[in-house]
């Protein structure tokens, strides 16, 4: 009995220590995004920053395009095999739309660049532990949260809310596409049904739940790299553990998003 | 007044205590080496020195001011002026030698480009890196990522520089370089050095004065000759290069005996 107490008031610790680290970094995170802004900032943290945006933005764009392609496809194609049923076909235009903008845009997103993206950190930042290199930092008097995790942060909450925005558009065109093809429907009439189903609060709740997403990708993936401790296989498992948290906390906080929007109406 | 004052230093991880009581004065100006076997704590000691991990309890002061207990911005002021070269050599691989020495100057002063440049040659060719500058770290060979590690350490004239096991996997020819390009920079810049090594050759060659850690705590502390002349056990297991009783002879040797019989027996 004692043992089993003793391994739930453990592992109970071990979360807690987690979360308590992942909310000072993130604090410490929010703090030093002042030095990695152009003109105010460090202009080497900003020169930073435009390097990770290259690499957590503009190198997924195909990747993200892609993934919202086939989700856009899949979507429209689920929707209207039901749909069809009720003679109801025209709103898989809704469907996509909505679902793409308030939902999958972000959400794929999200898993897209926690798979790029959040396994970079981790792993950079844990070899960088294991070589040293963050000691060294240290002692040349560069803060290691400024200096590294800064810019990938800035980074990712200027290029994450675009991807989605790619995404959006990407998984609408699908559903158009697939509409052409199912009912002959022509583009332009689609695109001006999407235009009214869709609203600004669907956009900007999007925009909200990638703003946070992109949080949660850059402190889980830094956070896992800078616990690194010991050798190379370490790291290995640094990587592994920043993708399947970062993916994880990413749908815990769309589920909480979604729910403060849906209960304070904003749909 | 000593540069470096070390009083009473108590470190414990998870209830073990790593160093006990630890009490060093280090003057302005001299090679002190921390000596001792693995696991004696000197890298624990000397990452105590540079403020990487505060301790449980005892102080160290760096020209005047306790780095255990002192605010972030002291400390960094104290930093820089402490050069550390690790035993990893720690460069940062994504930048060029070059790059990696013009850091700190590029962010901690004000210095024209042009100046940065002239000095980060300077630094170079003291260490005789200076045609190699263009190179990144992995191109590199060991001896000579040392010596680069020795040029940025050296980058911001410290008062202080820091060696953490400058011979450690190097062939005996290049760690003998390495020692003169100790003594030869204390000459020339009147530096205060500290270097952490379990070589003897080494620690006779470059010390002004020499303590011997074991198990957490001094031996003793003293000139070369005191050091090399002092009839306490431990010490003399040190110098005369005697094996420790980890392996348990005894039992090994019974073994063996017994193997090697069997073998007859069956022959």
Same mark, same amino acid.
């Given at each position: 009995?004692?043992?089993?107490?003793?391994s739930?008031?453990?592992?109970?610790?071990?979360?807690?220590?987690?979360?308590?680290?992942?909310?000072?970094?993130?604090?410490?995170?929010?703090?030093?995004?002042?030095?990695?802004?152009?003109?105010?900032?460090?202009?080497?943290?900003?020169?930073a920053?435009?390097?990770q945006?290259?690499?957590?933005?503009?190198?997924?764009?195909?990747?993200?395009?892609?993934?919202?392609?086939?989700?856009?496809?899949?979507?429209?194609?689920?929707?209207?095999?039901?749909?069809?049923?009720?003679?109801?076909?025209?709103?898989?235009?809704?469907?996509?739309?909505?679902?793409?903008?308030?939902?999958?845009?972000?959400?794929?997103?999200?898993?897209?660049?926690?798979?790029?993206?959040?396994?970079?950190?981790?792993?950079?930042?844990?070899?960088?532990?294991?070589?040293?290199?963050? &000691?060294?930092?240290?002692?040349?008097?560069?803060?290691?949260?400024?200096?590294?995790?800064?810019?990938?942060?800035?980074?990712?909450?200027?290029?994450?809310?675009?991807?989605?925005?790619?995404?959006?558009?990407?998984?609408?065109?699908?559903g158009?596409?697939?509409?052409?093809?199912?009912? &002959?429907?022509?583009?332009?009439?689609?695109?001006? &049904?999407?235009?009214?189903?869709?609203?600004?609060? &669907?956009?900007?709740?999007?925009?909200?739940?990638?703003?946070?997403?992109?949080?949660?990708?850059v402190?889980?993936?830094?956070?896992?790299g800078?616990?690194?401790?010991?050798?190379?296989?370490?790291?290995?498992?640094?990587?592994?553990?920043?993708?399947?948290?970062?993916?994880?906390?990413?749908?815990?906080?769309?589920?909480?998003?979604?729910?403060?929007?849906?209960?304070t109406?904003?749909r | 007044?000593? %540069?470096?004052?070390?009083?009473?230093?108590?470190?414990?991880?998870?209830?073990?205590?790593?160093?006990? =009581?630890?009490?060093?004065?280090?003057?302005?100006?001299?090679?002190?080496v921390?000596?001792?076997?693995?696991?004696?704590?000197?890298?624990?000691?000397?990452?105590?020195?540079?403020?990487?991990?505060?301790?449980?309890?005892?102080s160290?002061?760096?020209? =005047?001011?306790?780095?255990?207990?002192?605010?972030?911005?002291?400390?960094?002021?104290?930093?820089?002026?402490? =050069?550390?070269?690790f035993?990893?050599?720690?460069?940062?691989?994504?930048?060029?030698?070059?790059?990696?020495?013009? /850091?700190?100057?590029?962010?901690?002063?004000?210095?024209?480009?042009?100046?940065i440049?002239?000095?980060?040659?300077?630094?170079?060719?003291?260490? =005789?890196?200076?045609?190699?500058?263009?190179?990144?770290?992995?191109?590199?060979?060991?001896?000579?990522?040392?010596?680069?590690a020795?040029?940025?350490?050296?980058?911001?004239?410290?008062? %202080?520089?820091?060696?953490?096991?400058?011979?450690?996997?190097?062939?005996?020819?290049?760690?003998?370089?390495?020692?003169?390009?100790?003594?030869? /920079?204390?000459?020339?810049?009147?530096?205060?050095?500290?270097?952490?090594?379990?070589?003897?050759?080494s620690?006779?060659?470059?010390?002004?004065?020499?303590?011997?850690?074991?198990?957490?705590?001094?031996?003793?502390?003293?000139?070369?000759?005191?050091?090399?002349?002092?009839?306490?056990?431990?010490?003399?297991?040190?110098?005369?290069?005697?094996?420790?009783?980890?392996?348990?002879?005894?039992?090994?040797?019974?073994?063996?005996?017994?193997?090697?019989?069997?073998?007859?027996?069956?022959?």
């Open positions: 009995m004692a043992t089993l107490t003793e739930i008031g453990r592992a109970t610790l071990k979360h807690l220590d987690y979360v308590g680290g992942l909310s000072t970094q993130l604090w410490a995170g929010v703090r030093a995004l002042g030095a990695a802004l152009p003109v105010t900032g460090n202009r080497y943290r900003w020169k920053s435009i390097r945006m290259l690499e957590i933005g503009v190198q997924a764009i195909p990747m993200v395009g892609l993934m919202a392609v086939c989700g856009g496809f899949i979507l429209a194609m689920q929707g209207a095999t039901e749909l069809r049923r009720v003679g109801a076909l025209h709103y898989v235009i809704d469907l996509v739309a909505v679902g793409f903008t308030r939902e999958l845009g972000p959400l794929l997103t999200a898993i897209a660049v926690s798979g790029r993206s959040g396994s970079a950190f981790s792993a950079e930042i844990g070899t960088m532990m294991v070589t040293e290199e963050v &000691d060294a930092l240290r002692v040349m008097a560069f803060e290691p949260i400024e200096f590294v995790l800064a810019p990938k942060y800035l980074a990712a909450l200027i290029t994450v809310p675009c991807l989605s925005i790619i995404s959006n558009v990407c998984g609408i065109l699908a158009g596409i697939f509409m052409f093809f199912s009912t &002959d429907l022509d583009l332009r009439l689609y695109l001006q &049904d999407v235009l009214t189903s869709i609203q600004l609060q &669907d956009v900007v709740s999007g925009l909200i739940k990638s703003l946070a997403f992109a949080t949660i990708i402190h889980v993936g830094c956070l896992e800078f616990r690194v401790r010991g050798g190379p296989d370490a790291v290995g498992r640094s990587t592994t553990s920043a993708v399947v948290k970062s993916t994880f906390l990413v749908i815990v906080a769309d589920v909480v998003f979604t729910a403060i929007f849906y209960f109406g904003r | 007044m000593s %540069i470096i004052s070390i009083r009473d230093l108590v470190v414990e991880y998870d209830g073990r205590r790593v160093l006990d =009581g630890l009490t060093l004065d280090i003057e302005q100006g001299e090679t002190m921390l000596l001792g076997g693995s696991g004696s704590g000197k890298s624990t000691l000397l990452r105590h020195i540079i403020g990487l991990e505060r301790p449980r309890s005892g160290v002061l760096v020209k =005047g001011i306790d780095i255990t207990r002192c605010s972030q911005p002291e400390l960094k002021r104290v930093r820089r002026c402490i =050069g550390v070269a035993q990893s050599a720690a460069l940062f691989n994504s930048l060029s030698v070059e790059d990696n020495i013009a /850091l700190p100057l590029r962010e901690h002063t004000s210095l024209a480009p042009s100046i440049d002239l000095m980060v040659w300077m630094k170079l060719a003291v260490v =005789g890196l200076a045609e190699f500058g263009k190179l990144h770290p992995q191109e590199l060979s060991g001896g000579m990522k040392k010596r680069a020795v040029a940025r350490a050296l980058a911001l004239d410290p008062e %202080i520089l820091v060696f953490d096991e400058p011979s450690a996997g190097l062939d005996p020819i290049v760690a003998a370089e390495l020692d003169e390009l100790i003594r030869l /920079l204390k000459q020339a810049f009147q530096m205060t050095v500290i270097v952490v090594t379990h070589e003897l050759p620690a006779f060659r470059i010390a002004d004065r020499i303590a011997m850690l074991y198990k957490g705590s001094f031996l003793a502390v003293g000139t070369k000759d005191q050091i090399r002349s002092s009839e306490h056990p431990h010490i003399r297991q040190f110098i005369d290069r005697v094996p420790g009783n980890i392996a348990q002879t005894r039992a090994v040797e019974a073994y063996f005996e017994e193997y090697v019989q069997s073998q007859e027996v069956t022959r």
